[in-house]
């Protein structure tokens, strides 16, 4: 699963939770990103192998600590925690319901993987493999990332009152994240190296959270201080 990590993150904003989009985007590859800085750290292990399965290349045999169900439970608490304590230091209104919804977006994560995944994720440290496999068949896995995307860009639009200059934004990122889906399930490329390909993991990531930091600038109303 790939993109369709995000809709999550669109689906859960709403004018009441008040999370940033782009906070909710780090959330729903929270671990994702601890696994590519464990694999970047030789401590998770991973094969890159042309053809692993027909909608991905990676054969993760070895990452208990941020893909085993009860990491991603523990991730979970985790990243809700970190979220109330930076709200409430820096005394920034959220609602009650907040850390939770990041909890749920970051666990979100290891629900959507099951369905992609090959029998490559442990309940518990590296055995009591499941994964339904969807990866194994490219078409249906590519069509429910971009329905699952274009579901939760629907909500976030539905949900939040925004000018016509930010829908149009948030749709043209949508677009963009579907071109990077096209080439990802369907662009053939040799296989990178593990390290390259988790440094990559990290860079298109943090891009996108940057985009979606962007988009929700678009066309906010600018305070006038004045002295
Ligand atoms: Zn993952």
């Not at 304590?85 to 907040?98: D, L, N, P, T, V």
């Not at 040799?190 to 985009?211: A, E, M, N, Q, R």
Request: with cysteine; aromatic share 14%.
């Amino acid at each position: 699963m790939f993109v369709g990590h995000y809709s999550v993150a669109f689906a859960a904003k709403s004018d009441r939770n008040k999370i940033p989009l782009w906070v909710l985007f780090i959330a729903v590859q929270f671990l994702d990103y601890i696994w590519a800085t464990l694999v970047l750290l030789g401590i998770e292990k991973l094969h890159v192998i042309k053809g692993f399965t027909a909608g991905s290349m990676l054969d993760s045999y070895f990452h208990p600590y941020s893909h085993s169900l009860i990491a991603a439970v523990i991730w979970s608490v985790v990243a809700a925690l970190i979220y109330k304590a930076i709200c409430g230091r820096h005394g920034r209104h959220y609602s009650k319901s907040a850390p939770l919804i990041i909890g749920v977006a970051v666990f979100s994560h290891w629900l959507l993987d099951l369905i992609a995944h090959p029998r490559d994720l442990a309940i518990y440290d590296n055995t009591w493999k499941v994964g339904c496999g969807l990866w194994n068949y490219r078409e249906p896995e590519f069509a429910l990332e971009i329905a699952l995307l274009a579901g939760g860009i629907i909500l976030y639009l539905t949900r939040n009152a925004m000018p016509a200059i930010r829908k149009g934004a948030v749709i043209a990122f949508g677009i963009g994240l579907v071109i990077v889906q096209i080439g990802d399930t369907y662009v053939p490329r040799t296989p990178l190296t593990d390290k390259t390909t988790v440094t990559g993991v990290w860079v298109f990531y943090t891009l996108f959270v940057l985009v979606a930091f962007a988009v929700e600038k678009i066309g906010a109303t600018t305070k006038n201080h004045s002295p």
